[in-house]
């Protein structure tokens, strides 16, 4: 496994797995305050924009703000536009009750003439595991792996 297909694919999962913590941290407080909102609390105080907008408003851009960290909790593992168009790209989130983050399991798979490699990052809680592999013959796997480095710096120069 090359240096920079590794180093890449691990920044990507710590950085989803950050992404992922920040929009759920908001979405927690958006949905406090709907709550405090919906419970006839008054919130001008605190937040001094609501005697400003009033409190139909605030709800609309608090439910707003709920929507919008939600989807972020989903897109935080996103790959670049031009890395996903290299090969077939997937992601399952499983959300356990039990458990604050959400477990993510991401698929990236790359073909080539020497075959496919296939890019895996399986997460629970702030930890994750990744996994490069391929099921061509050892050397066939070692120029699939050069293929797929050398694409992934091409993208990521390009973009």
Same mark, same amino acid.
């Given at each position: 496994? &090359?240096?920079?297909?590794?180093?890449? *694919? #691990?920044?990507?999962?710590? @950085?989803?797995?950050?992404?992922?913590?920040?929009?759920?941290? /908001?979405?927690?407080?958006?949905?406090?305050?709907?709550?405090?909102? @919906?419970?006839?609390?008054?919130?001008?105080?605190? =937040?001094? %924009?609501?005697? @400003?907008?009033? $409190?139909?408003?605030?709800?609309?851009?608090?439910?707003?703000?709920?929507?919008?960290?939600?989807?972020?909790?989903?897109?935080?593992?996103?790959? $670049?536009?031009? =890395?996903?168009?290299?090969? &077939?790209?997937? =992601?399952?989130?499983?959300?356990?009750?039990?458990?604050?983050? $959400?477990?993510?399991?991401?698929? *990236?798979?790359?073909? #080539?003439?020497?075959?496919?490699?296939? =890019?895996?990052? @399986? &997460? /629970?809680?702030?930890?994750?595991?990744?996994?490069?592999?391929?099921?061509?013959? $050892?050397?066939?796997?070692?120029?699939?792996?050069?293929?797929?480095?050398?694409? %992934?710096?091409?993208?990521? %120069?390009?973009?």
């Amino acid at each position: 496994m &090359t240096d920079a297909l590794q180093d890449y *694919f #691990c920044g990507h999962a710590e @950085q989803a797995i950050e992404q992922m913590k920040r929009a759920i941290v /908001a979405e927690g407080f958006y949905r406090r305050l709907d709550w405090r909102m @919906q419970a006839g609390e008054d919130l001008s105080q605190e =937040v001094p %924009l609501v005697a @400003q907008v009033g $409190p139909e408003e605030t709800q609309q851009v608090i439910r707003e703000a709920i929507q919008e960290y939600g989807a972020s909790i989903y897109s935080a593992w996103d790959l $670049p536009a031009r =890395v996903s168009a290299l090969g &077939t790209y997937s =992601v399952d989130l499983i959300h356990d009750p039990n458990e604050h983050l $959400p477990r993510a399991d991401m698929r *990236f798979a790359y073909v #080539c003439e020497a075959g496919e490699i296939t =890019v895996r990052i @399986q &997460t /629970a809680g702030d930890n994750y595991r990744l996994s490069i592999e391929s099921e061509a013959m $050892p050397m066939a796997a070692a120029v699939a792996r050069q293929e797929l480095d050398k694409a %992934l710096g091409f993208a990521l %120069l390009s973009s």
